[in-house]
């Protein structure tokens, strides 16, 4: 299954992939270059019988202290606009805002209508356009 997913990752335009496994769940991180911008993703898979489920995480490079109301309003704003996936935070010292979406298809024919191929595409532009929204 990582061969098919690095393919897939490869022919959407990820470059730099990078893939460990680790107890039944396969991590891919990749690099991919939209509307001139480089992102970084991680992508974590998981194969449970022939269903694969996967998430695929963007973490925005501006860190957040203190955030006032009206900035979570903000993002649920934003989230509302989303065709696909949504805004989410990371925190550990500061925060990030993380675009993440899901994808849950038949593991034994992953390119079969080309679903995954769209689940990428959607998700790198929702990830363009939170990056244009956010700076």
């Known amino acids: 299954m ?15 992939i990078n893939v460990i496994q680790d107890a039944g769940e396969t ?3 990749f690099n991919k ?12 898979s998981v194969q449970e019988d022939n269903m694969l489920v996967i ?9 957040y202290i203190n955030m006032e109301a009206d900035f979570y309003e903000v993002i649920n704003k934003l989230n509302g606009t989303c065709i696909h ?20 298809g038949d593991a034994a024919n ?8 769209y689940f ?11 990056h244009t929204q956010l700076n």
Not at 2 to 16: C, H, Y
Not at 56 to 63: D, G, V
């Open 85 to 104: 996936g949504y805004l989410g935070f990371l925190k550990e010292e500061k925060t990030q805002i993380a675009y993440k979406s899901s994808y849950i």
């Open 27 to 29: 991590t891919f991180t």
């Open 33 to 44: 270059t939209i509307s001139n911008k480089e992102f970084t993703f991680i992508l974590f």
């Open 110 to 117: 992953l390119e079969g209508n080309k679903s995954f191929e």
């Open 55 to 63: 998430n695929l995480l963007h973490a925005y490079s501006t860190q």
């Open 120 to 130: 990428f595409q959607v998700s790198f532009d929702m990830t363009d356009y939170f």
């Open 2 to 16: 990582k061969k098919e997913i690095s393919q897939i990752i490869q022919k959407v335009g990820g470059l730099g």
